[in-house]
């Protein structure tokens, strides 16, 4: 067969002459992927890419993003059109189960989710053990990690309906443990969640209601809040999928996998981005000082970056991005107020975006640069932003751990490494480094001495 028909890429070692071929996968939308899992094997050498921009872990049926064009699908529905259709939980359904639901199968999912909403009472002293001024992002890491604890009647994870049970139990509790983490840092009672209100409503009352006021939710507050959420639900392989995708690749049980992707999204560099994006416009002030911060963000020796600006993969806008800023305009509008770092991102959106720096290096608006004017709106306190995100891309990843536990091709997740270390060294004895003489040292599995200073 022509070397132009073979659906294959061919390697040559120019320094040995080696040549070998590597079959090529193609998907449905998108790059190909070149089958290097026999490289080591073949040619004795590892490929090399920090940060895996060009690495594909994995295939998957879940998220489509095309970074060139700005789009983004959840089981190729675009996100514009999931956004203006449908609900979080309709989306929690079809990234589940792969096809949008019938009625009778929403009410069955929703029935699920709202009756699993509630924590075992014993999770209250695992808040409780927290100092009261703990980020709410270290309470969900661990609270989200001991919930393995109180299944262990649904913890096999090659049986089905034990993956089904832990997906629902982890997206219908999620909002009612960020909730209590807000309330345990108010020192107030937390709210139980309701099962007459829907997902996001029923977050908003835990979070702002008391047993001495009676919290009324804002139908707007709740629409936006669904919003964000449905616009956070899922995202391809970014750095807390695969973390929760290599923690279960173990064989973990899915909440320690959660939990394991929960410490990997609050790191600024990603979903840590909404909190450090609302510091950075409170910290710009007015609209004024917005070229200071531009030029200190194209300074290379200046550590400083445009929070919520840049992605590994759009290098276009972020559909996501686009959709959050028209609702919180819209939100800004009908709730006839203005918030002046709205204005700030706004502008600093114009002037970066006209700046040959950001242009050239294709750097845009990414989904948490206008996420958080929402949440200010909403009253959602800055260091819980992150905790939504968390709450939202729940569904993602037990649906990429789901994906990940199924694949027949599934190994453990064991990434090689160059190694540029010492070639190889001696032991030196303590003598030549500088002990005393009669120094002794106590360690297991030599002869015990008492460890004595002359
Ligand atoms: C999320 O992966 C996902 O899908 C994540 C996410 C999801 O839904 O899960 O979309 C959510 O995490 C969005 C990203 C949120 N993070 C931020 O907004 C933090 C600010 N952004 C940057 O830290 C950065 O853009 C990243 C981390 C998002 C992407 O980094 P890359 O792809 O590794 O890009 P890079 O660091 O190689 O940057 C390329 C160039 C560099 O300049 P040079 O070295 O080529 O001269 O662009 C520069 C960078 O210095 N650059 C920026 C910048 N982002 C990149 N310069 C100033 N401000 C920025 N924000």
Redesign the pocket.
């Given at each position: 067969m022509p070397d132009s028909h073979r659906k294959t890429v061919t390697i040559i070692n120019n320094e040995t002459g080696q040549r070998e071929e590597f079959p090529i996968i193609g998907g449905t939308r998108g790059p190909a992927g070149v089958d290097i899992r026999q490289l080591y094997q073949k040619m004795g050498m590892f490929t090399y890419d920090p940060?895996f921009?060009s690495t594909a872990s994995c295939s998957s049926e879940i998220t489509f993003?095309d970074g060139e064009k700005g789009v983004l699908q959840y089981r190729g529905y675009p996100v514009e059109q999931l956004a203006e259709h449908t609900c979080y939980l309709e989306v929690c359904y079809l990234l589940l189960n792969g096809e949008l639901p019938t009625e009778t199968e929403f009410g069955h999912f929703h029935n699920m989710i709202t009756t699993h909403s509630m924590v075992n009472e014993g999770l209250k002293d695992f808040i409780r053990g927290f100092r009261y001024d703990a980020h709410p992002m270290a309470i969900l890491v661990g609270v989200v990690g001991a919930l393995s604890s109180f299944y262990h009647d649904s913890l096999d994870i090659h049986d089905l309906r034990h993956q089904e049970i832990s997906a629902h139990r982890l997206i219908a509790k999620m909002p009612t443990i960020a909730a209590a983490a807000y309330k345990y840092s108010l020192g107030q009672p937390i709210v139980y969640p309701s099962n007459d209100l829907c997902y996001s409503e029923n977050f908003l009352t835990m979070m702002f209601s008391s047993p001495t006021q009676r919290y009324e939710v804002n139908p707007l507050h709740a629409r936006v809040l669904d919003l964000l959420f449905l616009l956070?639900a899922d995202?391809?392989q970014?750095?807390?999928?695969s973390t929760v995708r290599l923690a279960g690749s173990s064989l973990a049980n899915p909440f320690a996998a959660v939990s394991a992707g929960i410490g990997a999204?609050w790191g600024?560099?990603?979903?840590g981005?909404n909190e450090?994006?609302v510091r950075m416009l409170e910290e710009i002030g007015d609209v004024k000082r917005i070229p200071e911060f531009v030029a200190r963000?194209?300074d290379?020796n200046d550590p400083?970056?445009?929070?919520?600006?840049?992605?590994?993969?759009?290098k276009n806008y972020?559909p996501?991005a686009r959709l959050v800023r028209d609702a919180a305009h819209d939100l800004l509008e009908q709730s006839k107020t203005s918030d002046p770092i709205f204005e700030i991102a706004l502008r600093l959106e114009e002037i970066a975006l006209e700046d040959d720096?950001?242009v050239s290096?294709k750097?845009y608006p990414?989904?948490?640069?206008y996420s958080g004017i929402i949440y200010r709106e909403i009253g959602i306190p800055l260091n819980m932003f992150t905790v939504l995100?968390a709450v939202a891309?729940t569904v993602g990843w037990i649906a990429q751990w789901r994906e990940m536990i199924q694949d027949p091709e599934r190994v453990i997740g064991r990434p090689r490494q160059v190694y540029k270390g010492p070639e190889h060294k001696d032991y030196t004895p303590t003598e030549e480094r500088g002990f005393h003489a009669n120094c002794q040292r106590v360690c297991p599995g030599r002869p015990t001495a008492k460890w004595s200073r002359s």
């Open positions: 940060g921009k993003i956070h995202h391809e970014n750095a807390s999928t999204l600024p560099a990603h979903g981005a450090a994006v963000a194209k290379r400083f970056r445009l929070n919520g600006f840049g992605h590994r993969v759009y972020d996501r720096y950001f290096k750097l990414n989904v948490d640069f995100f891309r």
